[in-house]
T-cell receptor, first 111, second 110 residues
Framework: DAGITQSPRHKVTETGTPVTLRCHQT?????MYWYRQDPGHGLRLIHY???????DKGEVSDGYSVSRSKTEDFLLTLESATSSQTSVYFC??????????FGPGTRLTVT | AQRVTQPEKLLSVFKGAPVELKCNYS??????LFWYVQYSRQRLQLLLRHISRESIKGFTADLNKGETSFHLKKPFAQEEDSAMYYCALVGSGGYNKLIFGAGTRLAVHP
């Protein structure tokens, strides 16, 4: 599992509340990614990081922010959750080549 | 535009039948492609990468640049192959960002 964990694994929250998802890795990988998985869309990149404090936007970044203050943790924040952000969120790291390895996912429901 | 297309949402076969999961891509230059598999409610797992030309769990995939395809094949499907399969392309612009297809659900019936 490439030493990747995500927390929480499940969360139900109300519209308008802030939510932070955590991705933790134990193998000192430089590149980390956040994707969301939705039926009919596959996985879409939200944000990515190429080092501590180095982050950038992906394809579907509106409504999301990220932070990476140390190598092992990559946080995804929904500043004010909306129902359209109900999804499964996956964190990933880049392996030794160009492949990526994924965390177990966080199932987020916004009511 | 860079894009990955998996035309089938669902592929339903019987055990022992051949399987072909289609993947077409749009990319200028030499693409780098992967197949990932996701079993029910689990994390995505890397199945194949085109550069290694390996066979994992009996699956193979060949890059056809002329047809811009990277179809996944297995000669004899097993029930445990039932899962969601995603084709992915490394996008241009650096940072190894992946572009995924919408996925194909493979259902293998006994």
């Amino acid at each position: 599992d490439a030493g990747i964990t995500q927390s929480p694994r499940h969360k139900v929250t109300e519209t308008g509340t802030p939510v932070t998802l955590r991705c933790h890795q134990t193998e000192n990988h430089r590149y980390m990614y956040w994707y969301r998985q939705d039926p009919g869309h596959g996985l879409r990149l939200i944000h990515y990081s190429y080092g501590v404090k180095d982050t950038d936007k992906g394809e579907v970044s509106d409504g999301y922010s990220v932070s990476r203050s140390k190598t092992e943790d990559f946080l995804l924040t929904l500043e004010s959750a909306t129902s359209s952000q109900t999804s499964v969120y996956f964190c990933a790291i880049r392996g030794t080549g160009d492949e990526q390895y994924f965390g177990p996912g966080t199932r987020l429901t916004v009511t | 535009a860079q894009r990955v297309t998996q035309p089938e949402k669902l592929l339903s076969v019987f055990k022992g039948a051949p399987v072909e999961l289609k993947c077409n891509y749009s990319y200028s230059g030499s693409p780098e492609l992967f197949w990932y598999v996701q079993y029910s409610r689990q994390r995505l797992q890397l199945l194949l990468r085109h550069i290694s030309r390996e066979s994992i769990k009996g699956f193979t995939a060949d890059l056809n640049k002329g047809e811009t395809s990277f179809h996944l094949k297995k000669p004899f499907a097993q029930e445990e192959d039932s899962a969601m399969y995603y084709c992915a392309l490394v996008g241009s612009g650096g940072y190894n960002k992946l572009i995924f297809g919408a996925g194909t659900r493979l259902a293998v019936h006994p």
